[in-house]
């Protein structure tokens, strides 16, 4: 199902229909964003999402028995495999996504400053999450590892598993649509900062497709997106202690990034075939002319002078054509003067301008 990767390292596909799987999905982003709503709607329950087991029981625990009950562990059997491969695709493909969400958070920025000036000023207020790790930054940096973990099982092995085990042809889509609900389901970005979280929620859609990206590429791994986004969020609360260095640690790891990013380019390129025109390609065994069949040109002739030296990189070797046999056939004649075998292209016999006929 997924091109380029053997049976074998497939993630195994759900059972779960997709009238289950949906559920799982509302389950998951109710239980999630309660935490902004229900203490305030519901006041009796308010010691139990003020309490740090209750709330993380609530947000991570839900999601995960939903997930397991309803569609199954399936999409998640090849959460450690590959692991050398997955380090390299997880890497380049944080790196290039991160660098382009560095540009597109930027290009938010000038057209905020051109269009709602003000806007930018929310923008000073404190982050609510890393004002209430203040306390205690040392137990938020390790457990940010354990959230990211969480949320990579939930987000990506489960809610982007499900469908990338079950087609191929359309995983795009579905990276899309679970990395802009990963985003959307981080709400106190939006009730914190208002219209300038746009800044913001471009940087999370980005880090989920990247995370998509690198499950899919790596056939289903998730120790190596975890620890990434684990990272990540550690970097956030690494700042309470240090900003220095939780900036010198994020570069790090998005110019590591960016530098196997452009390994892997450059090896693919040097591993590319290279280009070759028609006159250096070998005669066919049969005599006939050299050059591929029309199927393996890279753009068809437009009968223009000169442009019938169109490059491709691949030329196949197949059976000559009754359109390119009917030179050959007719050269052969002139010198046997033997009879000419009646085909939809071959000259007619009783035709004295050797017209062809269909």
């Known amino acids: 199902m997924w091109d380029g990767l053997p049976a074998t390292e497939q993630p195994t596909p759900s059972n779960a229909g997709p009238g289950r799987y949906v559920l799982a999905v509302v389950v998951t982003v109710l239980a999630i964003l309660s935490q902004y709503a229900v203490p305030g709607l519901v006041p009796a329950l308010r010691p139990l999402y003020g309490a740090f087991l209750g709330r993380v029981g609530i947000v991570y625990g839900v999601p995960i028995l939903a997930f397991l009950l309803l569609v199954g562990a399936g999409p998640l059997s090849r959460s450690t495999a590959a692991m050398g491969k997955a380090a390299v695709e997880g890497l380049r493909w944080f790196g290039l996504f991160s660098a382009l969400a560095f540009l597109v958070s930027f290009v938010v920025l000038i057209v905020y400053t051109l269009v709602d000036p003000a806007a930018i000023q929310a923008l000073s207020r404190p982050n609510p999450e890393l004002q209430s790790a203040a306390a205690n930054p040392a137990f938020w940096i390790v457990f940010s590892f354990v959230a ?38 981080h709400l106190y970005y939006g009730t914190t900062y208002g219209a300038a979280s746009g800044v913001i929620f471009p940087t999370l859609f980005l880090l989920g497709l990247s995370f998509a990206v690198t499950f899919r590429y790596s056939g289903g791994n998730i120790v190596v997106i ?21 900036e010198i640690l994020r570069f790090a790891v998005l110019g590591v990034g960016l530098v196997v990013a452009l390994v892997v380019y450059l ?23 050299p050059g ?12 223009r002078p000169g442009s019938e030296s169109v490059e491709f990189r691949q030329p196949l070797v197949t059976e000559p054509s009754p359109r390119a046999a009917w030179p050959r056939a007719m050269s052969e004649r002139v010198r046997s003067s033997a009879p000419l075998a009646r085909s939809p292209w071959s000259v007619s016999p009783t035709s004295p301008s050797a017209t062809r006929t269909r």
């Not at 939930?154 to 990338?164: N, Q």
């Not at 975890?226 to 939780?246: E, I, M, N, R």
């Not at 591929?292 to 009968?303: L, Q, V």
């Open 148 to 185: 990211g973990a969480i949320e990579e099982l939930v987000f990506r092995g489960w809610m982007f598993g499900y469908w990338t085990s079950r087609t191929n042809s359309r995983w795009i889509v579905h990276a899309i649509w679970t990395s802009a609900l990963f985003g959307g389901v």
């Open 292 to 303: 591929p069949p029309e199927a393996a040109r890279a753009e068809p002739w437009d009968g």
């Open 226 to 246: 975890a620890l990434l986004h684990g990272g990540y969020d550690a970097t956030s609360f690494l700042s309470l202690v240090s900003s220095t260095a939780a």
């Open 267 to 289: 090896r693919a390129r040097r591993a590319r075939p290279p280009i070759r025109p028609w006159s250096e390609i070998p005669s066919r065994s049969d005599g006939s002319a």
